[in-house]
Structure formats: C-alpha cells, structure tokens
C-alpha cells in the first residue's frame, strides 16, 4: 500500500510564477491536510479538504494561495505569484476521518 | 492558541545511551499529544499519541512518552538508542475537541546517534 504521495519533491520559481504542489493521499483516504515548515519553524496547518470540499482553511494566508482536492484526482496546493516568503517545505497528509494522519515526503519549494 | 517548545534543537548521542527529548506545549483548553518522527526524505510518521488514559505512553521502536499536566509537558524517552534511531522528531499538539484534526507542531529535534 503506497503512502502518501507528493510531487514534485523540489520546486523551483522565479518571482512572480505560480507554483502547483500536488498531493495523492493513501488509498482509502478521503481527508488531506496540507501544512507548512517555515525555515526555523515548526509545521503549520494551512488547509483541511475532503473530496470536492473545503472543510478548513483557517491556516491560509488570505491572498494568492488555494487549494482543491476534486473528486478525481490529487489534492493541489496553488500559490500564485510566488515571493521569497513563500520559500518552504510543504507537507500533506491524509487520512481517513478522525483517525491518524498520514505524512508525505514534503514539497522544497525555493522561490528565486 | 496553542504551542509547542522543543526545548533542544539537536541531540547527540552515544549508540545504546539513554536519550531524552524534551517537549512542552501551552493550551488553554485539553489536549492530544503526538511525537513524529522523519527520516531524511520521508514523510513523518507517527511514534506515538496520547489521547487519554495512562499518561505514561508506549510506542514503536521502543520509544515511550509521559503527559504531565501539570508541567504540561510529553518528554520523549528511549532507555538505548541505536544508530538507526538518527533522525529529526516533531512533538505535536490538537484540541481534544473540536478542530482536533488541526496539529500545531514544535520546530523539531534532530537526534544524532553516533557509534
């Protein structure tokens, strides 16, 4: 049974572009999570999706990023024109509902 | 708002030493307790939880956690650690309520067990 799945695992862009992360939670699973590790930061909850629906996205910053998680298909994290704060390592997990949360390998994303 | 302090960053240690990693949170309401562990490139992964219960906690590859309240603290402890134990470990925090799906997470400790 495969993990959690994320790609790419290293991203980079230029200022300005948009960057896509992309998130297959593990079979079974209809619940993902995405958070953020800031440099010198712990991980950080951004979003909470089941299928077609956004359920909590009291983590997001407000502006430029969003995220889905359609009936077919990974989850997808999207940060529209990214700037150097955005530079972080993103996780996913998934999981089925209430019970424990299972991590991807994480998404480097550096931001030029 | 609640938080986690991962009292160290980075631990070294000696194969088959005891180890301790250090873990204190704030909540103003009840909580659920987790330590991770990452290997470098993978995912975390779940050592152990406390939900409720015994406060002393058991988990995989020999690894226990005690929840003191008062202190409010979920100490880390392993009595030998091995070589393959080198990796970074999260300590982790939910409501016990609702929104308990949300994890807050410290910074992390990375554990260096050397021979």
């Known amino acids: 049974n495969a993990g959690v799945m994320q790609n790419p695992r290293h991203l980079v862009r230029r200022r300005g572009q948009e960057a896509r992360l992309r998130c297959s939670p593990m079979k079974g699973h209809s619940h993902v999570y995405w958070y953020r590790q800031l440099p010198e930061e712990g991980l950080k909850f951004m979003v909470y999706?089941?299928?077609?629906?956004?359920?909590?996205e009291s983590g997001m910053p407000k502006e430029r990023f969003s995220a889905e998680f359609p009936k077919e298909g990974p989850s997808i994290l999207r940060i529209q024109q990214v700037v150097r704060g955005d530079s972080a390592a993103y996780f996913c997990?998934?999981?089925?509902?209430?019970?424990?949360?299972?991590f991807g390998p994480g998404t480097r994303l550096t931001v030029l | 708002a609640q938080s986690v302090t991962q009292l160290d960053s980075q631990v070294p240690v000696f194969e088959e030493a005891p180890v301790e990693l250090r873990c204190n949170y704030s909540s103003s309401v009840s909580v659920y307790l987790f330590w991770y562990v990452q290997y470098p490139n993978q995912g975390l992964q779940l050592l152990l939880k406390?939900?409720?219960?015994?406060?002393l906690v058991k988990g995989i590859n020999g690894f226990e956690a005690e929840f003191n309240k008062s202190q409010t603290s979920f100490h880390l402890r392993k009595p030998s650690v091995h070589i393959s134990d080198t990796a970074e470990y999260f300590c982790a925090v939910s409501n016990s309520g609702g929104s308990n799906y949300k994890l807050t997470f410290g910074k992390g400790t990375l554990l260096t067990v050397n021979p």
């Open positions: 997990a998934s999981s089925e509902i209430y019970n424990e949360q299972f």
């Open positions: 999706l089941q299928k077609e629906n956004i359920i909590d």
């Open positions: 406390y939900l409720s219960g015994s406060t």
